[in-house]
């Protein structure tokens, strides 16, 4: 028995009827993405399914039953993943489509005209390992505005490089934005060391929270003042829920300067044809019919993770990943991109395999039943950092076995021997 695993895995597992999948070929799933999306266990599409059945309407339109109760459901999920959080007040949570989106909101609206403004002369701060979603908004940003984006660079161990912090989070220094937890190296970045310098400065910062809220325990109002975040974000699949749904978290004092991002229905307080004045957070920032079963699926969700804990779910991702590093070290001409030591990183393994292209890698452990992921995973500053265009990326979850990734390194074996790598 490995220390650190689950001690009801097996349990666990039948929780997630995906997972009885046998594949073509007579294959059983080995699901090794779930850095991509994961697995959803029986009470999310349950209670999804109880919702569209029983429950469904509008929210906060209808004077009907099914209208209260549809809305009472939807703010329920609210109330849940608030409590998911620590978040020190359930209205900082906004529901949008996903990270994306949450992450788009905070660069768009501070574009435009409030307190917070970004312009000419301003500097956003951001890292060489986000994901395209924590690049592409902050480049829109300062394009838009004439400020000027710059980075943390990364060390040869796939960490941030910290030797110039004071001289990159400066008086100009409006916002720095980063990942917890990388989802291509899955290096942990310090967030509270990082948050504590821009604080300094009086930036805001912003946490790309989608790979850490799924493997380890997150409690807002835990974090000194000066160390936590001024908004966060994560999305709903990557946490056994559905698609479709994403979480914004900001601190009342942020979200109350920041202007209305998409005008429509909910999000008003009064409409005149000369103008329009607007609702408090947090349906300020939720116009139109907002993810209403998604809400509830996620409420569910992240409901069936508090009940096993983030703290167990944790030390079993530190577990596995340690074991598959482990593996992975035994295939000749493995190089594994990112921190080697489980207790500095997440569950998401990205390597190549020398002579064999990624994508034949995957295609290869496909056939045997087992699914990762192939490609540069949204991350190309990254794998460009390491001078490669693509990696294969293995990624555990709570329902991972290491049988699973014995399967793993078995399929890598037998990949070599198929391609004749020397």
Aim: charged share 20%.
């Amino acid at each position: 028995m490995i220390a650190g695993l689950l001690p009801d895995l097996a349990v666990i597992r039948k929780d997630f009827p995906i997972l009885e999948r046998t594949l073509a070929g007579g294959q059983p799933l080995v699901y090794l993405d779930s850095a991509n999306t994961s697995q959803k266990p029986q009470v999310v599409i349950d209670a999804m399914v109880d919702h569209l059945e029983r429950h469904n309407a509008n929210v906060a339109r209808a004077m009907h039953q099914l209208g209260a109760e549809a809305s009472e459901a939807f703010e329920n999920g609210r109330d849940l993943v608030a409590s998911f959080l620590g978040a020190p007040e359930r209205d900082e949570v906004i529901f949008t489509k996903n990270a994306s989106e949450a992450l788009n909101l905070i660069a768009n609206t501070l574009a435009w005209s409030s307190p917070l403004q970004v312009g000419p002369g301003d500097e956003v701060v951001i890292t060489e390992m986000e994901h395209h979603s924590n690049i592409v908004p902050w480049q829109l940003l300062t394009q838009r505005t004439g400020a000027t984006l710059r980075w943390f660079g990364l060390t040869e161990e796939g960490e941030l490089d910290l030797s110039e912090i004071d001289a990159l989070i400066t008086e100009r220094t409006k916002v720095v934005s980063l990942t917890w937890v990388s989802n291509m190296l899955g290096t942990v970045n310090p967030i509270g060391l990082i948050a504590r310098r821009a604080h300094e400065v009086g930036a805001i910062v912003v946490v790309d929270a989608s790979q850490a809220a799924p493997q380890m325990p997150i409690d807002l109002a835990a974090m000194p003042v000066e160390e936590r975040p001024d908004a966060l974000v994560f999305t709903g699949h990557k946490v056994v829920g559905p698609t479709g749904i994403g979480v914004l978290w900001g601190s009342r004092a942020l979200l109350e300067q920041l202007p209305v991002f998409l005008g429509g229905g909910e999000m008003i307080e009064t409409v005149a044809m000369e103008r329009s004045t607007y609702a408090g957070i947090p349906h300020k920032f939720e116009a139109g019919t907002p993810p209403i079963v998604e809400a509830v699926g996620l409420g569910a969700a992240v409901q069936y993770l508090r009940s096993i804990g983030l703290e167990a779910i944790h030390a079993h991702e530190q577990a596995i990943t340690a074991y598959a590093l482990e593996g992975l070290a035994t295939v000749p001409g493995v190089r594994v991109l990112g921190p080697l030591d489980a207790t500095r990183r997440g569950g998401a393994i990205s390597f190549e395999l020398e002579g064999v292209h990624p994508h034949d890698i995957a295609q290869v452990l496909d056939v045997r039943g087992v699914a990762v992921r192939a490609g540069h995973h949204c991350a190309k500053p990254a794998h460009a950092r390491f001078g490669v265009q693509s990696t294969t990326r293995a990624s555990s979850y709570l329902y991972t076995t290491p049988q699973e990734i014995d399967a793993l390194i078995e399929a890598l074996h037998y990949t070599r021997s198929y391609f004749k790598v020397a």
